[in-house]
């Protein structure tokens, strides 16, 4: 089992800043996968960005590609999400996840653990 908990959505305007944190807790981390995922409303949840635990590789969606950095912090248990050049387009929940996979990274789909979400709302 992992649990995960996010934190750090919030309100900014178009242009700013923020970083979302998600602490996973749980038996295991060998073979982890962390995402982020994000839904907005009226429309299907998508992914954003992945990270694997032990080697720290990194998949990206399109839409986010240099302007989004996901990274892991294992001392602390955490993932982040830095996001940056942010527009009102980005605004949805964000949910981090996570999975367990033994190849470098897997597809987007097949998360079964899920944190509560955390809400970014960019204002223009």
């Known amino acids: 089992q992992v649990q995960l908990v996010e934190s750090g959505g919030g309100l900014v305007q178009a242009g700013g800043s923020l970083r979302l944190s998600c602490a996973a807790s749980?038996?295991?981390?060998?073979?982890?996968?962390m995402g982020w995922f994000r839904q907005a409303p009226g429309k299907e949840r998508e992914f954003v960005a992945a990270?694997?635990?032990?080697?720290?590789?990194?998949r990206y969606a399109d839409s986010v590609k240099g302007r989004f950095t996901i990274s892991r912090d294992i001392a602390k248990n955490t993932v982040y999400l830095q996001m940056n050049s942010l527009t009102p387009e980005d605004t949805a929940i964000f949910y981090c996840?996570?999975?367990?996979?033994?190849?470098?990274?897997?597809?987007?789909?097949?998360?079964?653990?899920w944190g509560q979400g955390t809400q970014v709302t960019v204002s223009s």
């Open positions: 749980g038996r295991t981390f060998s073979s982890l996968v």
């Open positions: 996840a996570a999975r367990y996979y033994p190849g470098i990274l897997p597809p987007p789909t097949g998360y079964g653990y």
């Open positions: 990270i694997t635990w032990t080697d720290g590789n990194i």
